[in-house]
């Protein structure tokens, strides 16, 4: 049975910055690509940013140069470091991960609130 359990999500001000974990078990981490949906109220669960086996990163339009994906396959966990918060990256934060060609709908976590308000 494969757990992914986020942390690290609160209440931040705008500019301000957060990092999200991303902890997963029973499974061999490592192989697999991760990644960090998002979903606001009343809107789709969007990509935020991805990670391959190999390190290689992908990232939303909305994010680049803001946020960071990174992962840890000694402690089986991703991060998602986020800088520059604006009050549109207000969102549940979900943890996808999988060895399959639809990796994001292998595994998911129950997620974190994230909320950048003043």
């Known amino acids: 049975q494969v757990q992914l359990v986020e942390s690290g999500g609160g209440l931040v001000q705008p500019g301000g910055s957060l990092r999200l974990s991303c902890a997963a078990s029973?499974?061999?981490?490592?192989?697999?690509?991760m990644g960090w949906y998002r979903q606001a109220p009343g809107k789709q669960r969007e990509l935020v940013a991805s990670?391959?086996?190999?390190?290689?990163?992908n990232y939303a339009d909305s994010v680049k140069g803001r946020f960071t994906i990174s992962r840890d396959n000694a402690k089986t966990t991703v991060y998602l470091q986020m800088t520059s918060l604006k009050p549109e990256d207000t969102a549940v934060y979900y943890c996808?991960?999988?060895?399959?060609?639809?990796?994001?709908?292998?595994?998911r976590g129950q997620g974190t609130q994230v909320t950048v308000s003043s």
């Open positions: 996808h991960g999988g060895n399959t060609v639809t990796w994001w709908d292998d595994f």
């Open positions: 029973g499974t061999i981490f490592s192989i697999y690509t």
């Open positions: 990670i391959t086996s190999s390190g290689s990163t």
